[in-house]
């Protein structure tokens, strides 16, 4: 057998043997958070995913957010962050939320606000 004659029946065999793969990618997220846990091909038991494109899952961005089961880029919609009194978080004045005070009852987070 000769080059010219393997090539033939190398291309017939592959011709024949088309087998179609067809993966389902996911991309498993925290629904508390809207932030990205994982990017798979696989079906877990656990957590929440949405199916999305063959795209989407090449890049691997964790720089975005699952709101209302769509993926929402950080610049595709506007923010805002506001500092509001919590029970819990970084102890200020009470007359000076810019002076740092470990013995203070006065406590603030950095809360962030979507638009809808």
Known sequence: MDNADFAKLFNQTVDEVKIKVDYEYRLYYNTATGKPIRYTTDALDQGDYLVISKQQYAEGRYD?????????????????????????????????????????????????????
């Open 64 to 116: 975005i957010l699952v709101i209302d089961q769509k993926i929402r880029t950080l610049d595709s919609f506007d923010q805002w962050k506001k500092l509001v009194p919590a029970k819990d978080g970084m102890s200020t004045r009470a007359d000076n939320v810019m002076i740092v005070d470990d013995n203070s009852a006065a406590k603030w987070k950095i809360k962030t606000y979507y638009r809808d």
